[in-house]
């Protein structure tokens, strides 16, 4: 540490801080146009510059680093001196549009020219008219306004490293531009926003803010995106019940600042005309919908779901919940499902992405959640990131991967049989056949334990099988596992020892781990890999499933899942069925209930009567949906909560509408098990209501009496039922929100999970063998087809779509073929192709692109006129029933 003076207060800093920081320690104002601390100092604003004894000249307070006995003047005459002139110069270049531009309030150039009195400058006579440039989606460009601080540049290309800004031309001349001035959709910009975020002028502003509202006039609400399982915070800016923008606080964890083009941009769906504003009902499904009171609509599904648990038993029951929903909902909706209907038949969306998750890491070390925080991430030395697209599908997680890579300098292996972004990044890509994700990890097991590089000493103490575990793996040499995988031998054993000769080694996986026949194997056979190596219960280690939707976590958490009560209590366990059946003032049924696919396949034979879904599509996002369909149009009495007259909902005989999450309080839990408020923006639209209240309102006419006042009521109640959740209240979850198990009121949190023993006691090593896909590509059906997601929508578009901002970047789906095939089928990219599968077919543009493997094509099911799961096959997860998504056999022919 240094010791120095600043403004004559002694203060200690590192010797690698600047006198800035030094600054800050002491709360003394410095300001600065051009710093930020996410991004490396450059000095170009000058506003910072402050007076160092004995230095020849001011400094630049951003960029000058501390040093001992160092005595500084913030506020010295000759600083104010610089700073007016400083202020002076840059306002002979700005337009003088105060009273009418947006950024009025939040302007620091303005700020400052108030702070320091510089009312004109001497330098202009007049200064120039503003050059408004409204061409691009999104972002509101003012290059008059620009002050060539910089910060759109760094940050572009430090943080979101992306590089489509730069500074062009010289001297007077000099401007921010894209490369040959294209408009940012044709740049390569990912529309996150960052630059917006940080022009500390009018010249970058979010458009939908710059039409409508004054800083002053908006009041701020903390919040949590309803996307993807990051979890990002959010700050929305409301003005007379309505969202004007959404902004990110750079303190606020897991994204301290980063959002990406969905949070940023994709929250004006709430405000769709084609929102549900009254409940619907109708007899048969062939007949239309009329609308109904909440009185006649609540009575007619207790009525109808009353006579049917009476007449077929309480099995002929099931409830899907959503992965959309909070915690509250989706315990209530489970408690709804076993207390009054009387069975567990109880599943959640989470089925068809991270059920594999859940059931391979509970298999592996007790608990189906990520062992570490995403912020682990940025630490780690070696990264494996296997089927996860992470920068289109949890964009700022990806942030911290190529932080991780390009400023830390972590090695990445990248699993993956697509050219996914991060491959740029990666040490060693795997480029895998899909569907054989067991096989190259046992071979990567093969090498580990044949060249001797497991971490003995973890294996003896922490883990059990590992015998069983090695006489597996010993038949995947890396020649072996080349022909299956089609992945190079020497990449098999380069990566290998790259994972294992590290300390500090994180996995981080998504679906194309878990969408596949042996998706809860591939998740084991991640474990495995942590664990022989013992990167596991520590700091930058462990292994994570990025959560698809936003509650994924949190939802399977509540028990929203057919074998569980709240954190995982097995329902057929006697002390967790007691204390529930006490809890809830009835007899809960023992017996786990059916998962989402065996619903469908009951309810085809004639045994389930009934369903109620809540905030879920899978008449559209399940696989192979003719089947699906076919069992819903089989059900005596469907019951569906929405926001929008989505395809499940088209078959319901009840649609009951319900309020978003701008609409809603309540709790989402991210992919690190960090469990935040949502806190209520704006009213719900008239003729809704939350759906808490609704289940509470149909199991109350049920005879089951379930009042509560608010949703902290329900968390309360979750605390008290739940070990990991005792700690746990709204009034706590204030701020960050607490990373659960949390044990007690006063304790902290667990950001990381298994560090002196497993949930299950030792980690169990799985020998798995692996397992083909169920449909492969044979003469008929020559190509595989893998599905995923698109960065700028989500899951069924039901949300994403209907954003305008973003579906004029992104408003039609195409189908990506390798240049190989595309040669052989005489395509070129804009043609329509037709697709078919042994289940379906449809029509879709066409795009050659070497990202997708040779003899694979990729389409997202995003856009409900390209119907993607017409096509994919019945294969299912050997455990989890997790539709196998990532693999089926299709042809494609020129239309
Ligand atoms: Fe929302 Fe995920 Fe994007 Fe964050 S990364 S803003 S949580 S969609």
Redesign the pocket.
């Known amino acids: 540490m240094v010791s120095l003076s600043i403004d004559g207060k002694k203060v200690e800093a590192e010797p690698s801080q600047t006198i800035l920081q030094a600054a800050q320690r002491l709360g003394i104002h410095i300001p600065t146009l051009c710093h930020d601390p996410r991004l490396a100092p450059s000095g170009a604003c000058r506003m910072c510059v402050v007076e160092v004894e004995g230095a020849r000249s001011l400094v630049a307070s951003c960029a000058t680093p501390v040093s001992e006995g160092m005595k500084v003047s913030t506020q010295s005459e000759s600083v104010k001196r610089a700073r007016k002139l400083n202020l002076e110069l840059i306002w002979s270049h700005h337009p003088n549009d105060c009273l009418t531009c947006d950024k009025t309030g939040e302007c620091q150039l303005q700020k400052f020219m108030y702070e320091y009195d510089v009312k004109t400058s001497r330098f202009v006579e007049q200064n120039p008219p503003p050059r408004p440039d409204d061409s691009n989606p999104g972002i509101y460009r003012d290059m008059n306004k620009c002050i060539l601080c910089g910060k759109c540049v760094r940050i572009c290309d430090e943080v979101q490293d992306q590089h489509i800004w730069a500074f062009s031309n010289r001297g007077m001349q000099t401007s921010i531009a894209t490369a040959f001035e294209k408009p940012l959709k044709d740049a390569g910009c990912v529309f996150c926003g960052h630059c917006v975020s940080v022009c500390p002028v009018g010249a970058l502003m979010d458009k939908p803010a710059a039409k409508k509202g004054r800083p002053w006039e908006t009041r701020k609400v903390r919040t949590v ?1 309803c ?2 399982g ?3 915070s959010l700050i929305l800016h409301v003005k007379g019940g309505e969202v004007l923008k959404v902004t990110a606080d750079t303190h606020d964890a897991p ?1 301290y600042g980063s ?2 083009v ?3 941009y994709g929250f004006e769906f709430y405000k769709s005309p084609d929102r549900l504003k009254f409940p619907l009902i109708r007899d048969r499904i062939d007949q239309p919908f009329r609308e109904a009171s909440w009185n006649e609509a609540i009575g007619l599904v207790a009525r109808k779901l009353m006579g049917i648990r009476q007449k077929y038993g309480p099995d002929a029951f099931g409830c899907l919940s959503s992965s959309r929903g909070t915690n509250e909902e989706n315990y209530l909706a489970q408690k709804f499902t076993r207390a009054v209907m009387g069975t567990n038949n109880m599943d959640n969306c989470a089925r068809v992405c991270h059920g594999p998750s859940v059931t391979g890491l509970r298999a592996s070390l007790g608990s189906g959640a990520a062992t570490n925080s995403l912020a682990d991430i940025e630490g780690a030395e070696v990264l494996i990131v296997s089927g996860s697209n992470t920068t289109e599908a ?4 990806a942030l911290k991967i190529k932080k991780a890579v390009r400023q830390n300098g972590a090695k990445l292996i990248v699993i993956d049989p697509r050219e996914i972004e991060l491959v740029q990044y990666a040490t060693v890509w795997l480029r895998l056949k899909p569907g054989t994700n067991v096989a190259l990890i046992n071979g990567l097991l093969h090498v580990i334990l044949k060249e001797g590089l497991e971490n003995r000493e973890f294996i003896r103490q922490r883990t059990e099988n590992i015998d069983m575990l090695q006489q597996i793996v010993a038949q995947y040499t890396p020649e072996k596992t080349e022909e299956i995988t089609g992945v190079p031998q020497e990449d098999i054993v380069k990566a290998a020892r790259i994972y294992a000769g590290t300390r500090k080694g994180m996995i981080v996986y998504g679906l194309g781990m878990t969408e596949h026949k042996a998706g809860s194997h591939g998740v084991m056979s991640l474990a495995n890999l942590a664990l022989i190596t013992g990167n596991v219960g520590r700091s930058n280690t462990g292994i994570n499933p990025l959560r698809g939707q ?1 509650n994924v976590q949190g939802s399977c958490d509540m028990g929203a899942l057919p074998d569980v009560y709240t954190c995982y209590q097995k329902v057929d366990d006697p002390i967790a069925n007691k204390k529930f059946s006490e809890a809830w003032g009835c007899q809960l049924p023992a017996k786990p209930g059916l998962k989402e696919p065996q619903m469908y396949r009951e309810a085809l034979a004639g045994k389930l009567k009934a369903m109620y879904i809540i905030g879920y599509d899978p008449a559209v996002t399940q696989a192979n949906i003719h089947h699906v369909r076919s069992a819903m149009k089989k059900l005596d009495f469907l019951v569906v909560q929405e926001l929008f007259m989505t395809e499940t909902a088209k078959l319901a005989h009840v649609v009951l509408p319900a309020g978003c999450f701008f609409e809603k309080d309540g709790t989402f839990t991210n992919a690190e098990r960090r469990v935040r408020r949502l806190n209520q923006a704006i009213p719900l639209p008239k003729g809704t209501k939350h759906d808490w209240e609704i289940i509470c309102l149909i199991a109350s006419a049920m005879g089951y009496p379930m009042h509560y006042h608010h949703p902290s009521e329900i968390m309360d109640e979750i605390a008290r039922l739940t070990s990991e959740f005792t700690g746990i209240d709204f009034k706590r979850l204030e701020g960050d929100g607490l990373v659960w198990p949390v044990w007690d009121k006063n304790h902290p949190g667990t950001p990381i999970l298994h560090k002196d023993t497993f949930t299950r006691g030792k980690g169990r090593l799985n020998d798995l063998l692996y397992t083909p896909s169920e449909e492969l590509p044979d003469d008929d059906y020559p190509l595989y087809l893998t599905t995923g997601r698109r960065l700028y929508h989500y899951n069924n578009g039901s949300m994403s779509l209907r954003n305008p901002e973003i579906y004029s970047i992104s408003s039609e789906e195409f189908v990506e073929i390798h240049p190989d095939e595309a040669e052989r089928l005489d395509i070129k990219t804009g043609d329509t192709v037709r697709i078919k599968s042994r289940r379906g077919s449809l029509e879709v543009k066409a795009r050659v692109t070497r990202k997708s493997r040779p003899g694979s094509v990729f389409l997202s099911f995003h856009f409900p006129e390209v119907p993607t799961n017409v096509l994919t096959g019945p294969g299912e997860d050997l455990l989890a029933l997790t539709p196998e998504y990532k693999v089926c056999a299709v042809k494609v022919e020129k239309t």
Do not use: D, E, M, T
């Not at 949890?394 to 997680?397: C, T």
């Open positions: 995106c996307y993807c990051v979890g990002c994204n959002l990406c969905k949070g940023r949890h964009p700022v997680a936003n």
